[in-house]
């Protein structure tokens, strides 16, 4: 195994439900409402089609920067307090560490909200960190994994993304990578060279290095 790289909202940390709290209250400013059905249509999506579909759902006049500030100052805000860590994840990145197993953040969120979180799971537990700041691209394109895998000039073939979204996955089998999945929203469909799992405490080195060991990617398209 060359590397392992694990998604941020959802599979490392448990942010989803604040997620939920930042848009609804941004769609009560934008003089709409916002239920746990909105949001499973954005998970794992980035900032931008966030911002988009809030808009035509309330047929809000306001900017789409003003909404975008306004997503990203709630969701620093609320996670100036802390954030939960998913099951088993820190165990895992330790174990990986320990082996020497090179490990990358991939997260569609942007910068400013990766870095709330990150000083508190703490920036040294990963090797690279890519957020939706540093690719044109963000999931199910498969630029932010390929991104990483440039970064770290490993073989995607031989290593191991660890997703809770369609959208992730996508991006994770599009860039030639085994996937372990750990669905939180939205179902994931066990496939060909992919795990599903309930939880990252199911999962250890040995389950990523089997995973790779008969993982096939598929012929990237031309």
């Not at 931008?48 to 809000?60: C, H, I, K, Q």
């Not at 953040?105 to 703490?122: N, P, Q, R």
């Not at 044109?136 to 970064?151: F, N, V």
Request: aromatic share 4%.
């Amino acid at each position: 195994m060359d590397a392992a790289f694990f998604d941020m909202d959802g599979l490392l940390v448990d942010t989803e439900k604040v997620w939920l709290l930042v848009e609804t209250d941004c769609m009560a400013r934008l003089g709409g409402e916002w239920n746990h059905e909105h949001q499973t249509h954005l998970v794992g999506g980035s900032m931008e089609r966030t911002v988009a579909y809030m808009l035509d759902v309330s047929g809000s006049s306001v900017p789409p920067q003003t909404l975008r500030t306004w997503m990203i100052d709630g969701m620093v805000a609320r996670l100036a307090g802390g954030v939960d860590v998913m099951p088993g994840a820190l165990e895992l990145l330790e174990a990986l560490r320990a082996e020497g197993v090179p490990v990358g953040l991939v997260t569609s969120s942007l910068k400013e909200i990766a870095e709330a979180i990150l000083s508190f799971v703490g920036r040294d537990r990963f090797d690279v960190i890519i957020t939706a700041d540093d690719v044109q691209r963000t999931k199910p394109d498969p630029e932010p994994y390929l991104t990483a895998i440039g970064m770290l000039d490993v073989s995607p073939s031989r290593s191991v993304v660890l997703e809770d979204s369609p959208n992730g996955v996508a991006a994770g089998t599009a860039a030639g990578c085994a996937v372990v999945a750990v669905p939180s929203l939205l179902p994931i469909a066990p496939a060909p060279g992919r795990l599903v799992v309930t939880s990252l405490t199911e999962v250890t080195p040995s389950h990523l290095r089997d995973l790779v060991t008969t993982h096939t990617p598929a012929p990237r398209p031309i």
